[in-house]
């Protein structure tokens, strides 16, 4: 069965601060999907990023960068010089190949940036 | 390009009423979702369906109920509303093909009393 742990609950920084998020995931399969999930205080989803398990190449897209370590079976998220707007929850989430896009989410991260 | 529709975004339940949420796609996605998210437990999924016609169960399907007549539409029945059922509920649609990102509606906020 997939499971997929986020271990922190709450993290408040100040705005320029880097912060970074912890996901660990179980799967018994060898081809899985990873995304991590935005939901900002007005409580819609939004999709950030998806990373396929053969593909362990790390990726920075503008503020946003992502460690995929299959060795320790983590996908961590990093944002660079947080800003206010950055507030929200963030929820890591795992597929498995075959599994119908079925997401199985963490707990999510409440990420909380001071001014 | 309306995205994920769900109707009501809001709605209060007595005990033991029924209630159906109404989720609707225009994407021509074949796949659909249907999450709850309590707070601090992130999101279970309900049931799913794979096309029109087709559903089965999810994590926790008890208390719900599906039904998929349509690509379109994918209503969430409660039954005999608990206060255990009190959550937000997500709608969400995929095109079906590993490995596509979900996409979400903004959720319909449920509390039973």
């Known amino acids: 069965a997939q499971k997929v742990t986020q271990a922190q609950t709450e993290i408040s920084v100040v705005e320029k601060e880097d912060v970074t998020l912890d996901c660990v995931y179980e799967t018994r399969d060898t081809t899985y999907y990873l995304f991590w999930y935005k939901q900002p205080p007005s409580g819609e989803l939004v999709f950030l990023i998806r990373?396929?398990?053969?593909?362990?190449q790390n990726e920075i897209s503008g503020r946003y960068s992502w460690n995929f370590q299959k060795s320790t079976s983590s996908f961590n998220f990093t944002i660079t010089a947080s800003q206010v707007v950055d507030s929200a929850v963030y929820f890591c989430a795992l597929s498995e190949a075959g599994g119908n896009n079925r997401l199985a989410f963490g707990k999510g991260n409440q990420v909380v940036v001071i001014p | 390009n309306a995205g994920v529709t769900q109707t009501p975004k809001f709605r209060i339940l007595k005990i033991g009423q029924s209630m159906t949420l109404q989720c609707a796609q225009d994407m021509n996605h074949n796949y659909m979702y249907w999450y709850r998210q309590d707070p601090g437990m992130g999101l279970k999924l309900i049931y799913y369906s794979v096309g029109a016609g087709i559903t089965d169960k999810g994590e926790v399907p008890n208390g719900y109920n599906v039904s998929r007549s349509t690509t379109e539409d994918f209503p969430l029945r409660l039954e005999l509303a608990a206060p255990s059922q009190t959550s937000v509920y997500f709608c969400?649609?995929?095109?079906?093909?590993?490995?596509?990102?979900?996409?979400f509606g903004n959720g319909t906020r449920l509390t039973v009393t």
């Open positions: 969400a649609s995929s095109p079906g093909q590993d490995p596509s990102p979900l996409h």
């Open positions: 990373r396929n398990s053969f593909d362990e």
